[in-house]
Nanobody
C-alpha cells in the first residue's frame, strides 16, 4: 500500500490550499481515511477523518474551515483548507488503514 500526498505550499494567512493523497495497493473504498498534521515541537494530531461512506468529522481547531473528501473512483483523499492561520503550519500526513503518506509541508505566514 502506498499513499502519495501532494498540494502543500506556502501561503499567507487567510489563504487556501487543497491537499491530495493518491492511494495505490489498497481497496480504497472500503476503509476510513484521515489527515493528520505535525507542527514543530508538537505531537502528530488528527485534523479530519472520513468514513468509508463519507461521513466526516473534524478537530475543533479546523471545523468550518477545512473539508475532507474522497473520490473512490480515483482512489484519492482530499483536504480543502480555507482561511488558513499561522497555527495551521505543519507537515500534513494522510492515513488509510494504518498506512501513512510521506507528508506534505504547509506553511502559513502572518
Amino acid at each position: 500500500v502506498q499513499l502519495q500526498a501532494s498540494g502543500g505550499g506556502a501561503v499567507q494567512a487567510g489563504g487556501s490550499l487543497r491537499l491530495s493523497c493518491k492511494v495505490t495497493g489498497a481497496n480504497f473504498r472500503l476503509f476510513p481515511a484521515a489527515w493528520y498534521r505535525q507542527s514543530p515541537g508538537s505531537q502528530r494530531e488528527l485534523v479530519a477523518q472520513i468514513s468509508a461512506d463519507s461521513a466526516a468529522t473534524y478537530a475543533d481547531s479546523v471545523e468550518g474551515r477545512f473539508t475532507i473528501s474522497r473520490d473512490n473512483v480515483r482512489r484519492t483523499l482530499f483536504l480543502g483548507m480555507t482561511d488558513l492561520k499561522p497555527e495551521d503550519t505543519g507537515v500534513y500526513y494522510c492515513w488509510l488503514n494504518n498506512f501513512w503518506g510521506q507528508g506534505t509541508q504547509v506553511t502559513v505566514s502572518s
